[in-house]
Antibody, heavy 113, light 106 residues
Framework: EVQLVESGGGLVKPGGSLRLSCAAS????????MSWVRQAPGKGLEWIGH??????????DYAAPVKGRFTISRDDSKNTLYLQMNSLKTEDTGVYYC????WGQGTQVTVSS | DIQMTQSPSSLSASVGDRVTITCQAS??????LNWFQHKPGKAPKLLIY???ILEAGVSSRFSGSGSGTDFTFTISSLQPEDIATYYC????????FGGGTKVEIK
C-alpha cells in the first residue's frame, strides 16, 4: 500500500521560509513524477510544481506564482520529497499536498504576521 | 496556457440520482485527464485516469468519458458517501486542475 506523509507545515511570517517533507512508503520516489499541490482556504487545488523521475532526468518545473521562490528536491536514500519555500507571502497560505496519483493527507502552512 | 473549465461549480441531487460533471479544455489534450474525489480533511482520491479508466478498487458507479477537449464524469446513482468535491485534472508537462464541483445531497 502506498502512503505519502507530509510534514513541516506551520505558522511563518511573510518573507520567511519553511521546508515541507513528504515521506513515502510502498513507492520508490525516484521512479515517479512527484508533484506538490496546494489548496488555499475556500479555493480549489493548485499545482505548484513537480520533479521528474530519475529515468526522465529528475528535473523540475514550477507554476508561475512560486517560480524562483520554491524548490522541489528529493532524497532517494530517505525516499523523501521536499518543498523548500522561501520569501513566503500571505497568499501562500493553505494546505500543501504531495502527490503522484496517490496523495498525502496534507500539511497546513499559514503565512501571517 | 491550457485552461480547464469545470461545471457546474456545485450541485445538489437526491440519493439515487444520476450526476454529471463536465470539464472542457481550452485546447485538445487527448485523454490526459484524471478525475479526483476530495472530502474535507482527507487526501484526494484518484477515481478515473486517462479520461475513462476506472482506478482499481473504485466503485463502478463512477465513470468518465470524452476525448479531445470535452470530458464528462458521471455518478450513476448518487450515494451519501459520494458527498465531496470532484476535480478534473489535465496532466502532461504540468498539471492543471479544473475549478472543482461540490456535490451535496438534496
Amino acid at each position: 500500500e502506498v502512503q505519502l506523509v507530509e510534514s513541516g507545515g506551520g505558522l511563518v511570517k511573510p518573507g520567511g521560509s519553511l521546508r515541507l517533507s513528504c515521506a513515502a512508503s510502498g513507492l520508490t520516489l525516484s521512479e515517479a513524477w512527484m508533484s506538490w499541490v496546494r489548496q488555499a482556504p475556500g479555493k480549489g487545488l493548485e499545482w505548484i510544481g513537480h520533479i521528474r523521475s530519475e529515468a526522465d532526468g529528475g528535473t523540475t518545473d514550477y507554476a508561475a506564482p512560486v517560480k524562483g521562490r520554491f524548490t522541489i528536491s528529493r532524497d532517494d536514500s530517505k525516499n523523501t520529497l521536499y518543498l523548500q519555500m522561501n520569501s513566503l507571502k500571505t497568499e501562500d497560505t493553505g494546505v500543501y499536498y504531495c502527490m503522484t496519483g496517490y496523495w498525502g493527507q496534507g500539511t497546513q502552512v499559514t503565512v501571517s504576521s | 496556457d491550457i485552461q480547464m473549465t469545470q461545471s457546474p461549480s456545485s450541485l445538489s441531487a437526491s440519493v439515487g440520482d444520476r450526476v454529471t460533471i463536465t470539464c472542457q479544455a481550452s485546447q485538445v489534450i487527448n485523454n490526459y485527464l484524471n478525475w479526483f474525489q476530495h472530502k474535507p480533511g482527507k487526501a484526494p482520491k484518484l477515481l478515473i485516469y486517462d479520461a475513462s479508466i476506472l482506478e482499481a478498487g473504485v466503485s463502478s458507479r463512477f465513470s468518465g468519458s470524452g476525448s479531445g477537449t470535452d470530458f464528462t464524469f458521471t455518478i450513476s446513482s448518487l450515494q451519501p458517501e459520494d458527498i465531496a468535491t470532484y476535480y478534473c485534472q489535465y496532466y502532461d508537462s504540468l498539471l492543471i486542475f479544473g475549478g472543482g464541483t461540490k456535490v451535496e445531497i438534496k
